[in-house]
């Protein structure tokens, strides 16, 4: 079951980035909670308590998953993974081939 649904589209240059909404309760989280950017649903699980908030932007082929939290002006882009409890926050930029995981 899904637990957010794209809205709002904005034009970043050449990228389409969707504010994202909760649409079930999950985590921290509660329906219709506003969160951060995505270019699409393959960059945020459905499943688990992984949130993106804020001004964050996920894009290209990055994803993040299980109980991740990327938040405040953070990035993820490329083919970087955010998962496990880990937290990218404030203004970190993580990209390329990187993995950030764990606690």
Do not use: C
């Amino acid at each position: 079951m899904k637990k957010y649904e794209l809205v709002d589209p904005k034009q970043f240059g050449d990228v389409t980035l969707y504010r994202i909404k909760a649409i079930k309760d999950f985590g921290d989280v509660k329906a219709g909670e506003i969160g951060g950017h995505l270019e699409s649903e393959n960059n945020l699980s459905h499943d688990g308590k992984a949130w993106v908030s804020g001004d964050a932007e996920v894009s290209g082929k990055a994803w993040v998953s299980d109980d991740a939290k990327v938040s405040g002006k953070a990035w993820v882009s490329g083919d970087a993974w955010v998962s496990g409890d880990a937290e990218v926050f404030g203004n970190a930029r993580v990209s390329g081939d990187a993995k950030v995981a764990g606690n």
